[in-house]
């Protein structure tokens, strides 16, 4: 039987990814290995969100090229964002390359290793060797329809195309018999989902009443897609997690404006209120150092988090992606002015994430256990107990403290 190495990265989209290709695989006799010694076959799914993750990519490739001058039959796909950004001229300066498998040519994998010669088909043979934990992802709509100034998902994955709701349905049944018991869904913008008359609420609402399943959480949701029918429907039901990862880029109205957001401060502070005292906590991503970005722009970005309180957020630098239209931007601010307004909203971020943490003590919790000893909360908190529970129970705890990083259980 022929191995394969996966190595993933970026963001959940390419884990379900990496799971989608993995079944491919299977179903023509290979498993998944965690020693890339022993592989036949190494997968790279890659990112190009910013320069950063492109180069870290890359720079896998450059480690690959002596990995496979060992035994020339070894074989090499890379595979996902970057890839489809830099095609198939890649195997130009990587000639050892067998296969180039952009995002969004993920629907042709299959057809694609066929037409490599590579692979037998093996059906008979077929092993489900995806392995699932207690919290699994299921891909409910691929690609975006915005066009946010700074971003090139559009141009790696393509306009939005939904999965029905019958096919989404049964991948989360599927996992539910295999004991997954908390369901990510996942799309660039989950929440304008939308298939027939099905919208996004009805959609989470019919994920969460799948037998076996105990938790549904969403990634990512876009500010424009909160409706009230959705704060509703996430406070009415308790296997809806109470926690949103809300991507909000800025608090300045010219930079929204300009990164063609699609809302203003003051509506996405008004949803985030609204999602707030409906018990749901928030966390966010913010881009630092857009090119056009004043002291003053951050200043507001600032104050946007002092009102939001986010239990937690990612701050990335901007990085200026080509093809994009902030990409020929002059910036305005120097990379050393940049790199402070990141300590400073760092530092802010921090503090509200500690709080939300110390507000969780006293507080009745329901812990989906993920190791014996640890589990994370609706809210998404992480908790340790003090007893030992099975993996994928689901336990009532009281919080007694919390060290500002993880809370402990009576
Ligand atoms: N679809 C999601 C975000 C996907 S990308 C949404 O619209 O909310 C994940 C995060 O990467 C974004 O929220 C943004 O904060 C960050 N990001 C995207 N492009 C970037 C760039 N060029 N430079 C820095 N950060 C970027
Ligand atoms: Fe990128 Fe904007 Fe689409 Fe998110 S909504 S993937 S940031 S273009
Ligand atoms: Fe990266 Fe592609 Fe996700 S660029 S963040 S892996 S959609």
Known sequence: MKRVFIQTFGCQMNIADSAEMLAHLSRRGVEETKDIESADIVLVNTCTIREHAEHKAVSFLGRLAKWKAKDCSRVIIFAGCAAERLGEALKKDYPFLDIVAGAKGIDNFSKMLDESGLFAVNAQNYTQSVKSGVLD????????????????????????????????LENCAELAKKNVKEIV????????????????????????SVKGVERVRFMSPHPAFITPKLIDTIAKNDKIAKHIHLPVQSGSDKILKE??????????IEKISRLKENGVLVSTDIIVGYPTETEEDFERTLELVDKCAFSFAYCFKFSPRRNTPAYSLKPLASDKEVEKRLDILLNKVRHFSAKAYKDAAGTEQMVLMETVYKGRTSGNLWVKTPKQHPV?????????????KILSAE
């Open 185 to 208: 869904l996942l799309g660039q913008t989950v929440n304008a989902y939308k298939y027939e008359d099905t919208d996004f609420a009805d959609l989470l609402l019919k994920a969460a």
């Open 137 to 168: 992802y299921v891909t409910i709509m691929r690609g975006c329809n915005f066009a946010c100034s700074y971003c090139i998902v559009p141009s790696v994955r393509g306009g939005v195309k939904c999965l029905s709701p019958e096919v989404i």
């Open 259 to 268: 990164m063609k957001r699609g809302y203003d401060s003051k509506t996405v």
């Open 392 to 404: 994928g129970s689901m336990v009532r705890v009281r919080i007694k403290e919390s060290d500002g």
